[in-house]
């Protein structure tokens, strides 16, 4: 028997988009964890908030705005990365800081709070035809982009110096890979939140690390853990009237906190 929550078409909708967003922010998420960047999510997530409030501001799709702010909050931080060299942490926390500080700005110009809400936060109802095509055709560009680089992905993570010397062109697939995470950010903004996103990326792959024996595995687990987040969560939002971002964000810190006590207890 079919549950009555696929009846409505915006949960179908939501569930659609949910689904694919559990499988890029993994993708996004084993790369900055592994390579102890974790807070680049949040600071991504901010510059997309920025970019919704900016295009709720002057009347453009706000997702549209979020791909456009959050690239550049992005390449921000590999700027500043490269500035700063071995304090690079400082570059996250300029670039959250300028976020925070453009969304304060922009959406005091903005005349539907409820819009801007919507998006700090997520919300299933709010889903339009057009985002869902643009989130399917973002997802796939982010999917299709980890797998073609997945070796290089690989090599850059845990040591960029050796992966020149063998010839892979870090610097371009650092660009490449900052692009993408700007956008697995901004698709996922209306759905589960642009404040929430970051920890979609990150809790997922915490669990598998406690569980995962190698790379490969650190992957395939992240993925099956954020599918698991992000389908239960839209349950318990649907059937209980709460907030689809803190519910699927609630439900990963919970099965983190039991994954690492049996895990322990095993030791």
Not at 127 to 155: K, M, N, P, Q
Not at 172 to 195: D, E, K, P, Q
Not at 239 to 254: E, T
């Amino acid at each position: 028997m079919i549950p009555d929550i696929f009846n409505y078409e915006f949960m179908q909708r939501a569930f659609l988009v949910a689904v694919l967003i559990s499988v890029i922010a993994p993708c996004i998420g084993v790369i900055i964890v592994l390579k102890r960047l974790s807070a680049v999510g949040d600071a991504a997530s901010h510059s997309a908030l920025a970019g919704v409030a900016f295009g709720l501001m002057i009347g453009i799709n706000p997702v549209v705005g979020a791909v456009i702010f959050a690239f550049l909050g992005v390449m921000s931080i590999e700027l500043f990365r490269r500035i700063f060299g071995k304090y690079a942490e400082i570059s996250t926390a300029v670039t959250l800081s300028a976020g925070v500080g453009l969304t304060a700005l922009f959406s005091g110009f903005v005349k539907n709070a409820a819009n801007f809400n919507s998006f700090m936060f997520g919300s299933i109802v709010a889903i339009s035809d057009f985002e869902v095509y643009l989130t399917v055709g973002l997802c796939a560009v982010v999917i299709t982009v980890s797998a073609t680089l997945y070796r290089e992905l690989y090599y850059i993570t845990f040591d960029e110096e050796a992966a020149q010397i063998a010839g892979v062109p870090v610097k371009r697939i650092n660009f490449i890979f900052m692009l993408i995470t700007a956008i697995a950010v901004s698709v996922a903004s209306r759905t589960v939140g642009a404040l929430m996103i970051s920890s979609l990326m990150v809790i997922p792959v915490a669990c598998s690390m406690i569980v995962a024996r190698s790379y490969k595995q650190t992957f395939m687990y992240s993925i099956m853990f954020a599918f698991l987040f992000t389908v239960s969560g839209l349950f318990v939002s649907y059937y209980l009237d709460l907030r689809p971002g803190g519910s699927i964000v609630i439900i990963g810190v919970l099965v983190l906190i039991v994954t690492a006590v049996v895990r322990g207890n095993n030791k």
